[in-house]
């Protein structure tokens, strides 16, 4: 059993289920993160679309120049990579030399210091003044004036920044990882799921929850019929981190992409089925099984996060599949030029046609319906 969380249990009794979750992934040494786990290929955990190859950033980084362009071409132009792991997407939207780079100022927040320590192996990283600066005064009574045309520039930190920006926060199969509330629905209103300790494992509490857990269950349940016995998630930790991304964008875009379903799909699908765990790239056993070594990953409850995104002061302005989103952003026209590519080549085998039919297998990843392809894409705009 993860050692904190029986010294916890033991000192407080049965905890909230995202206390027990911010121990059991974030913990910095006993969590699944905080060990060095996480999205990759061999020796990893799972795989993420930055990690299905370059193709991915590639395109982010074409939608980054989209986004620029329609912010005005800001100069700076900073992009906060909200999850970046260990730096993957980092280094291929650079890697891609956007059109907006003499304005970009990539800013990778990442909590865990086992994934920052990994992120200079990808990507060249400035000091956080140097990388959100450099600035000059014209008068020593005016404000700061960013220099232009100073881009690209990356900086990693561990939380976002506290400033006002204009720019873009992306986050990629983020939220999915934040902790959240477990409730069930009970004759009388909703019981609290909290994790005890038993003899030798972790185990469930049910408790009544308390008025405010209840209440944010009824707006992620957002009327849809919730059975007796049927649970949801509480996603807390969300609400908090869409309030600090609206304090620090003054102008631009919120980007998620993860994986969401309505609540009346999370109802009828069951917890099993949105509540997931992985390591070694399979999937896990119980949430409560071997805490810390092992991904445990949620569902984000759609109707929670419009309305909470909202409440942060955000407008909702595009909402559709990745699938959908890569092709607005040119996957099929690089996939058939790829495509035509190995055909020409294939007799040849060399490093080029090799190149050219990954890159056709990796668009077919990414847009896979049955997988990376069906995780939704929100764009949410603040100060337009």
């Given at each position: 059993m993860h050692e904190h969380l029986r010294e916890r249990?033991?000192?407080?009794?049965?905890?909230?289920?995202?206390?027990?979750?911010?121990?059991?992934?974030?913990?910095?040494?006993?969590?699944?993160?905080?060990?060095?786990?996480?999205?990759?290929r061999a020796g990893r955990d799972f795989v993420t679309s930055p990690?299905?190859?370059?193709?991915?950033?590639?395109?982010?980084?074409?939608?980054?120049?989209?986004?620029?362009?329609?912010?005005?071409?800001?100069?700076?132009?900073?992009?906060?990579?909200?999850?970046?792991?260990?730096?993957?997407?980092?280094?291929?939207?650079?890697?891609?030399?956007?059109?907006?780079?003499?304005?970009?100022r990539y800013v990778l927040v990442e909590r865990t210091a086992a994934l920052r320590a990994a992120q200079a192996e990808l990507v060249d990283l400035e000091p956080a003044d140097r990388a959100l600066g450099p600035a000059v005064r014209a008068d020593p009574d005016e404000p700061m004036i960013p220099v232009a045309g100073t881009g690209p520039l990356a900086t990693s930190i561990a939380e976002l920044p506290a400033v006002e920006v204009e720019g873009v926060v992306f986050a990629n199969e983020l939220l999915d990882n934040l902790p959240f509330r477990l409730v069930e629905r009970s004759a009388t209103g909703w019981s609290e799921v909290r994790v005890g300790r038993g003899d030798e494992e972790l185990v469930e509490v049910l408790v009544p929850a308390p008025p405010d857990v209840g209440a944010e269950a009824d707006r992620v349940a957002a009327g849809a019929a919730v059975p007796v016995g049927a649970r949801l998630p509480v996603p807390t930790a969300t609400v908090d981190w869409?309030?600090?991304?609206?304090?620090?964008?003054?102008?631009?875009?919120?980007?998620?992409?993860?994986?969401?379903?309505?609540?009346?799909?999370?109802?009828?699908?069951?917890?099993?089925?949105?509540?997931?765990?992985y390591r070694a790239h399979e999937r896990?056993?119980?949430?409560?099984?071997?805490?810390?070594?092992?991904?445990?990953?949620?569902?984000?409850?759609?109707?929670?996060?419009?309305?909470?995104?909202?409440?942060?002061?955000?407008?909702?302005?595009?909402?559709?599949?990745?699938?959908?989103w890569l092709r607005s952003v040119g996957i099929d026209e690089l996939a058939d030029t790829a495509a035509a590519s190995w055909r020409e080549r294939a007799g040849v085998g060399d490093l080029e046609a090799v190149?050219?039919?990954s890159r056709v297998h990796e668009a077919d990843a990414l847009t896979d319906a049955a997988g990376l392809g069906a995780h939704h894409v929100f764009v949410f705009a603040k100060g337009r």
């Open positions: 249990i033991g000192r407080e009794g049965p905890i909230p289920f995202d206390a027990f979750l911010e121990s059991a992934l974030y913990d910095p040494d006993d969590g699944f993160f905080g060990r060095g786990g996480g999205a990759g990690e299905v190859g370059t193709l991915f950033g590639l395109l982010v980084a074409r939608g980054l120049d989209g986004w620029w362009r329609e912010l005005g071409e800001p100069d700076p132009f900073v992009v906060v990579d909200a999850g970046a792991g260990r730096g993957r997407l980092a280094a291929d939207v650079l890697g891609a030399a956007p059109r907006c780079a003499p304005a970009l869409l309030f600090r991304c609206g304090n620090l964008l003054r102008h631009g875009l919120l980007v998620v992409v993860d994986y969401a379903a309505e609540a009346a799909s999370l109802v009828t699908r069951g917890q099993e089925r949105w509540l997931r765990t896990g056993g119980s949430p409560l099984a071997a805490a810390g070594t092992q991904d445990i990953t949620c569902e984000v409850p759609v109707e929670h996060l419009l309305a909470a995104a909202r409440h942060a002061g955000f407008d909702l302005v595009e909402r559709t599949t990745q699938a959908e190149a050219a039919r």
